[in-house]
């Protein structure tokens, strides 16, 4: 696969320095540093009119036959945005489609723009177990093939993003992955710990959200995941509650860090460009995960960001949304 470069600024066939795109076999091309850190919780700010929240259906029946596209579940999605492509963003684990908040407003003047609380999270509906196809196959009811969308997501959701195109390649004109690759990972233990500590928690003792944070603290001492694992801690009334699924994501965990290559016999490679976005300190994207991704994705082009990790479009939110913006395009 050959190499490719990716301009984020330049309309004169000047490369800048600052973002260079690879293909999925280099780990040259580093993205320097720019911009402050934005949390992925953040709703700061007013929200635009043009803001629609919906939540749709219900989330019984079946597990969908290969490439069947399901009812839309209980999916509680945000719009944002009334003119150009539709671009559509999936959240990693514990997260929630707010997360894209930042992201989707500084996109919606040119998009579409459609924020996902994905199954078990969120507002969205919840079930008795976790499957990543039934997953995907509940995003694609959101879908349609006379309007393909950019779809992108981050670890849990980029899987659910990657297994979505492969299933219906008719729903996805573009796909962005951002630090996950097509691979069953063994390194899952900080998310048990996390699990463990939220488990553990005596919610019915709780008074305030502060105690929750410091109970939390030896479990997970960086505040800023503390404070993105806390956002789903919910008032219930003159208690509180986990708004996300917890029991069954954390007894999924092997399940949400593996690939089901085994279910996706005879599925084709998908076609369609590809943006592989990595963060330089994130050990989600390794060299050794090219191949697989070569694979399912052939056209896929690596773009690595510099002082970045597993969250990279909350730690480098500028240089996040040039990259994304370019390969979007203009809508």
């Known amino acids: ?46 929200v635009p009119a043009r803001v629609e929240e919906v939540s749709t259906g219900s989330t019984d029946g079946p597990v969908p036959a290969r490439g069947e596209v399901v009812p839309t579940g209980s999916l509680h999605t945000t719009a944002l945005g009334d003119q150009g492509s539709r671009v559509v963003f999936l959240h990693g684990l514990f997260g929630q489609g707010r997360n894209w908040t930042q992201i989707g407003k500084a996109l919606a003047d040119r998009h579409r723009v459609l924020l996902v609380d994905l199954p078990h999270h969120g507002r969205s509906g919840w079930s008795d177990d976790f499957d990543y196809l039934e997953v995907a196959d509940q995003v694609a009811g959101l879908l349609a093939a006379d309007d393909p969308v950019a779809l992108v997501g981050h670890s849990l959701g980029g899987k659910v993003a990657m297994l979505l195109a492969l299933r219906h390649p008719e729903l996805v004109a573009r796909l962005c992955v951002v630090d996950v690759s097509p691979v069953a990972y063994a390194h899952v233990s900080e998310f048990e710990r996390y699990v463990a500590a939220m488990q553990a928690l005596d919610l019915a003792a709780l008074s305030q959200r502060g105690e929750a944070d410091l109970a939390l603290t030896a479990a997970v001492p960086d505040p800023t995941v503390r404070g993105f694992l806390l956002q789903n801690l919910r008032r219930d009334g003159d208690g509180w509650r986990w708004q996300m699924n917890l029991d069954v994501l954390g007894a999924a965990l092997p399940v949400i860090g593996g690939w089901p290559e085994e279910q996706l016999a005879g599925t084709a490679p998908y076609a369609g460009p590809v943006l592989w976005l990595a963060g330089a300190r994130s050990d989600y994207v390794l060299p050794e995960y090219a191949e697989a991704m070569a694979r399912w994705f052939p056209t896929a082009r690596r773009v690595v960001v510099k002082d970045a990790g597993h969250w990279v479009h909350s730690e480098q939110p500028e240089v996040f949304l040039e990259v994304v913006g370019r390969f979007l395009g203009s809508g």
Not at 2 to 13: E, L
């Open 1 to 46: 696969m050959p190499v490719a470069v990716v301009s984020t600024g330049s309309t004169d066939g000047q490369v800048p320095a600052r973002v260079e795109g690879v293909s999925t076999g280099s780990t040259d091309g580093q993205v320097p540093a720019r911009g402050e850190v934005v949390p992925t919780g953040s709703t700061d700010g007013p």
